[in-house]
């Protein structure tokens, strides 16, 4: 089971500029919670805040119901150096080990990188060079990465940025697993189908929590926008 994280009056300001107001809330345990709310709102530094890779005010108080993991995060966007000679594979092994490989140890770890490989469908370009890879194959190579980390915890920023139908459908399988296996997941999504379907929770975002609640309270089928349902 996934770990349970409060926010408490967590904000954040940069250059001066505040672009969350103190917001608190509770990321459940073994829940999936989409993140919603217009370009610029910020959804994806609220993310990065609770990533620690912001330095924001409040609290975060977090509890693990076993060991505590370190958390899986899909980034908005793929940033390789395209010249980078690096193989899909290499790249790879570079995450799951950060010392050279030899022998059977390596052996090993190409196993299992094929085996993460082919549950984004990559299967056939481990050989590639990182800088060759399209769009979506780059977004389906983060999520592979994230998923070697076998964690509780997940965050995942527009997962389905650029993925043709079927890579749609070989994450939202991932997704479905994750929450099977009870891990907590905080998601940006701006497809509100796709929320309405998966989400346990949704938060609406727009420099600060705007509302809060399960996907049928907050975006009815029928009923206004979120934002306007809130004004
Ligand atoms: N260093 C900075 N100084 C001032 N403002 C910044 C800085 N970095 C980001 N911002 C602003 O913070 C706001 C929130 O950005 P963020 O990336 O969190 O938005 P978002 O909700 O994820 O948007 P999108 O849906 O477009 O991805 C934006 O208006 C952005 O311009």
């Known amino acids: 089971m996934g770990p349970t994280l409060e926010l408490e009056r967590l904000s954040l300001s940069l250059n001066r500029v505040e672009i969350l107001a103190p917001l608190s809330a509770t990321l459940a345990g073994g829940r999936l919670h989409a993140i919603i709310g217009p370009n610029g709102a910020g959804k994806s530094s609220l993310m990065k805040c609770l990533l620690g890779l912001r330095p924001h005010q409040g ?6 119901p076993g060991r505590p993991d370190r958390p899986a995060y899909v980034p908005q966007q793929a940033q390789f150096e395209p010249s980078l000679p690096i193989t899909i594979e290499e790249f790879m092994l570079s995450t799951l080990s950060r010392r050279p490989l030899f022998g059977w140890e390596r052996h090993r770890c190409r196993a299992r990188i094929r085996q ?3 549950r984004v469908g990559l299967e056939h370009k ?17 999520f592979a990465q994230a ?22 459908m070989l994450i939202n399988r991932e997704i479905a697993r994750l929450k099977a296996r009870g891990c907590t997941l905080l998601v940006i999504h701006h497809d509100m189908e796709w929320v309405r379907r998966y ?9 600060g929590l705007r509302a809060h609640g399960r996907p049928e309270q907050l975006l009815p089928a029928d009923g206004p926008r979120p934002l306007e349902a809130c004004a």
Do not use: C, K, N, Y
């Open 116 to 118: 993460l490989l082919a």
């Open 126 to 142: 481990g050989q590639l060079r990182l800088g060759q890879l399209s769009g979506g194959e780059r977004q389906r190579l983060l």
């Open 59 to 64: 609290d975060i108080h977090r509890r693990w």
């Open 199 to 207: 989400a346990d929770e949704v938060w609406l975002i727009d420099g």
């Open 147 to 168: 998923l070697e980390r076998d964690s509780s915890l997940w965050f995942l920023d527009e997962p389905m940025t650029g993925l043709d139908q079927e890579g749609q």
